[in-house]
């Protein structure tokens, strides 16, 4: 299997992606979907006359817009559709803010990330994981959509790179195998805040923060559109360079969706209904707009949790704003979506970073 280093990964000296296909695809533009660099896309100009529910194709750039995407449930967890704009109050850091764009998103194209745990703690579940993940993958992805399969233990391997094929993800995913040993590691890495320490004795274990991280910085932190990364994990991280809030800060940086499926076989990690990891799996969850189900080591559960995702990312809607706070200084502004109806709940990310965009 060709080993590669991903250019422009921030841990290029010490996370190595196994690539199973020689060449990535260049980013996808969806001709549908807002073009922007991280959280922004842009609004059409002021003399120009839209409708609310206009498509984003005609948008004409000339104001920068947030733009985030995120489901409406009631109180017995049912998706609600066919709302407006009217539904809701919307704020940025506690300030009203004026909804521009609203529009239920249910054929913008899909860009998704399946990550597996093949640490060895998955080793009875991982065929299940394979069979119904293949499934899913069937019934989500459409011609303009694509997806790509991680998995992940000791080392990170890229098993396939964006693609629209099913046929090529099922593959990947039968590749996907139990890691039955450990790694040392090579000094020297780099992560967000500088170089990252090297323990100097021991195996790693799961390295679940750190694919995290590569899913988002190098894979969907180029694309455009809808965004989402699904997890297979018992949510317990052994070894990662990074820190969960690493992994968050980077998902919500690429605008990513992050649910986490929580398998856990009960001979590993499992004391008094209590998963090691769970906590930090709900706040990357909650954080990015999606949600930890947790399954156990159920295959029919599993079969509903991914049944549950198809739902909600069909039922998406879309909202966008041009943000009173105009500095784009990299700081966090908290965003919050508020229905009006007090029974509703929105599934939302918890804000977005105000990064600059790069002119072309």
Partial sequence: MLKLHYPMAVLMASLTLSFAAVAQTAPRKASNAPTSNSDVYHAPDKDQTQDDQTSTETLKVNVEVVQLFFNVKNKHGALIPNLTKDNFDLSEDGKPQTIKYFKAEADLPLTLGILVDTSGSMRRMLEVEKEVGASFLEDIIRPKDEAFIISFDTDINLLQDFTSSVSKLRRALNTARISTGGVSCAGGPQGPQGPLPCPSTGP?????????????????????????????????????????????????????????????????????????????????????????????????????????????????????????????????????????????????????????????
């Fill in 204 to 360: 790693r274990g799961t390295a679940l923060y750190d694919a995290v991280y590569l899913a988002s910085h190098d894979e969907l932190a180029h694309e455009v559109g809808r965004k989402a990364m699904i997890l297979l994990t018992d949510g317990q991280d052994e070894g990662s360079r990074l820190k969960i809030r690493d992994a968050i800060e980077a998902a919500q940086k690429a605008d990513a969706i992050c649910y986490v499926i929580l398998i856990v076989d009960r001979g590993f990690g499992f004391f008094g209904g209590t998963y090691f990891g769970e906590g930090d799996m709900k706040k990357l969850t909650q954080e990015t707009g999606g949600r930890v189900i947790d399954v156990g080591d159920k295959p029919d559960k599993l079969r509903k949790a991914f049944d549950e995702i198809a739902a909600e990312l069909r039922s998406q809607y879309n909202i966008g704003y041009t943000p009173t706070n105009p500095n784009r200084d990299g700081g966090f502004r908290k965003v919050e979506i508020k229905p009006k109806d007090g029974d509703l709940k929105v599934q939302a990310r918890s804000g977005y970073y105000a990064i600059a965009r790069h002119e072309d």
